[in-house]
């Protein structure tokens, strides 16, 4: 799930602080008119999304200098058109910067479920571009319930930031397996946010989940004038994709699905198998600290199993003595407890992206151990009083809270949506906690390292109230009109290399491409081999080889070395150059994947 604070956030922080990326306004160009209409009205380039007026055809406003921004009206109920209802789908396109062989457009949808694709794309649509090929359009959307598609969830029904959300946020119950008792509270928590967000929402709740979503991509598809989707999902969005397959497998082009969901599982509510590969990930960090040395990890020790040692001590003190952080002038004005429920939570959040925050973390434990609580509070609550990006909230004095200028970030995805769409999705949790509690029991079983912190990503369904219009729940098949790529990770923390394989015997000729790394989605370590699989799959729609298996760039704990632009290069070393740089800027962005607090 979507964190409101701060630790979910650790890879966003390290990305937003990077400027790696050289400057391309050299070889940008824009193409106007590539599906759609271009508004011609008197007013071009839209300096809001309030601007933008809705239509039934797909107008295109230039935006945000080098973008084009459209709002597409579709019905509001697929299953009864007649009803005169209209959803409102916020459109995003990064134009092809190379017209000598144009494929179309490529949809991107970066997860959650809740996450916004206007905000990916319009902050990496040219790193996604450097994978898929420059003559691929980059397109995204918010889905149903998201920024600033219409119907919007907001569970405390406010346009403006909500000062109860966030005092609600702050009494976030511990980890269920702090205390005793700590499942009962949880459970209290999360089905008192159920009442509260289902009395809130109303009708909008039962017209958000993945099959109108489905429809409305269907509908985005036919209105750019092209016959078949092309399609990069990831995390929930192969859940999307796969239901998109299903409903409508004569109009899948291209499809890559990347870090899968298991789609009968996740339709199915409180899933337990995306754990199984998830103690191969902390296994990981105490195997690659070792081999990395003292130098490199801050937590070494003399080997793997005196690092899980020493980390297993480290947790139980802080269990009966949390570390205080006193107030700071220059940094915190109050003082910081750091609780064995945030570090276990941050544990868990590093393995989303460990080649990145597994070196951090390691210097996080270290000062730990020390008593030195510092560390810790700069990793996971950067920027003092500043909310984090995905967090705050519009202010009065900004302007109309519903039409952001293209110059203020709009949110990278909403907590809230997550949960509507989500627990429509998936059949209704019964059994009230007693049953809970067993749920967490299956799954610490099945995960020493995350199965109690995980338990919250099916909790926050508890007691949901509001059943979708449009219910879908398999089976997931279909011959579609082109093969499926599905990647997959040796050891993905929530969407393992079971799942893909599951996904795959629905659809036949799909192949299932493995990236022998840690983490969620081919993103959480660079890896050109399985760039460039995609890229030629996208450009000539032929598949790896099946049992194809690519490795990283990098090993966990090891010094990223990128090389820097050099205009003397030779044009096929500036091209590897990009793409190296591109998988980089890819790996930072911010997570919405399953699970994510």
């Known amino acids: 799930m979507l964190a409101r604070v701060g630790l979910a956030l650790v890879v966003f922080i390290l990305w937003s602080c990077s400027s790696m990326w050289p400057n391309t306004s050299s070889w940008k160009m824009r193409w106007n008119g590539c599906g759609g209409v271009i508004h011609s009205g008197k007013e071009l380039n839209a300096k809001s999304w309030n601007e933008i007026k809705p239509s039934s055809d797909l107008l295109w406003y230039p935006c945000y200098d080098e973008y084009d921004c459209a709002k597409l009206e579709v019905p509001l109920d697929w299953l009864d058109e007649s009803d005169p209802r209209r959803a409102t789908i916020a459109i995003i396109r990064y134009n092809a ?122 509908a985005m598809v036919e209105k750019l004038g092209e016959d078949k989707l092309q399609y990069w ?72 199993q005196t690092i899980e040692t020493r980390l297993d001590n480290l947790l139980a003190d802080i269990k009966v003595h949390p570390v205080i952080v006193p107030a700071s002038p220059s940094s915190n004005p109050r003082p910081e407890i750091i609780s064995y429920s945030k570090v276990r939570r941050t544990i868990v959040s590093s393995f989303y992206r460990p080649f990145v925050v597994f070196p951090s973390l390691a210097e996080v434990l270290a000062a730990l151990e020390k008593g030195d609580g510092r560390p810790f509070v700069d990793l996971t609550s950067p920027g003092g009083e500043e909310f984090p990006l995905c967090q705050k909230q519009y202010d009065p ?138 890229r030629k799959y996208f450009q000539t729609g032929e598949l790896p080889e099946p049992g194809t298996v690519c490795q990283p760039d990098y090993l966990l704990f090891e010094r990223w070395n990128v090389t820097s632009w050099d205009d003397a290069k030779a044009e096929e070393e500036l091209e590897n150059i990009i793409l190296d740089e591109a998988l980089w800027k890819l790996m930072k962005a911010p997570i919405v994947g399953i699970g994510q607090r």
Request: hydrophobic share 35%; glycine share 10%.
């Open 97 to 218: 910067t190379d017209r000598s062989d144009y494929k179309g457009p490529v949809f991107i949808n970066p997860g959650g479920p809740g996450g916004s694709g206007i905000w990916f794309v319009k902050h990496l649509a040219p790193y996604y571009q450097s994978v898929v090929g420059r003559n691929h359009d980059i397109i995204s959307f918010d889905p149903r319930g998201i920024g600033i598609t219409t119907p919007t969830i907001d569970c405390w029904n406010s346009t403006l930031g909500s000062t109860s959300a966030l005092l609600w946020d702050m009494q976030d119950p511990p980890n269920v397996d702090a205390h005793p008792g700590s499942v009962y509270d949880a459970y209290a928590h999360a089905a008192a946010f159920s009442h509260q967000c289902a009395a809130n929402i109303g009708e909008a709740g039962k017209f958000v989940s993945t099959p109108s979503v489905a429809r409305d991509m269907l």
């Open 233 to 304: 999902g990831f995390s929930y969005g192969t859940f999307l994709g796969t239901t998109f397959a299903t409903l409508f497998p004569d109009k899948v082009g291209r499809m890559v699905l990347d870090g899968n969901v298991d789609a009968i599982e996740f339709s199915a509510g409180a899933g337990t198998h995306f754990l199984v590969d998830t103690d191969a990930v902390m296994d990981a960090f105490y195997t690659y600290c070792h081999k990395a040395g003292p130098l490199l990890c801050a937590f070494y020790s003399e080997s793997p």
């Open 397 to 534: 004095k900004d302007g109309d809270p519903e039409g952001p200028t293209p110059e203020r970030p709009e949110a990278e995805g909403n907590s809230e949506a997550t949960r509507a769409i989500m627990c429509t999705d998936a059949r209704p949790a019964e059994g009230g906690v007693e049953e809970f509690s067993r749920y967490v029991d299956t799954l610490v079983r099945l995960s020493k390292s995350a199965g109690a912190s995980m338990s919250s990503m099916w909790m926050v369904c508890a007691e949901w109230g509001i059943k979708a219009k449009w219910e879908f729940r398999g089976p997931y098949e279909g011959n579609t009109s082109h093969p499926i790529l599905l990647v997959a990770n040796t050891a993905d923390n929530v969407t393992p290399y079971r799942s893909a394989a599951r996904n795959s015997k629905g659809f036949p000729g799909s192949v299932v491409m493995v990236q022998d790394s840690y983490g969620h989605t081919s993103l959480a370590m660079p890896s050109k081999c399985t760039a460039l699989n995609i």
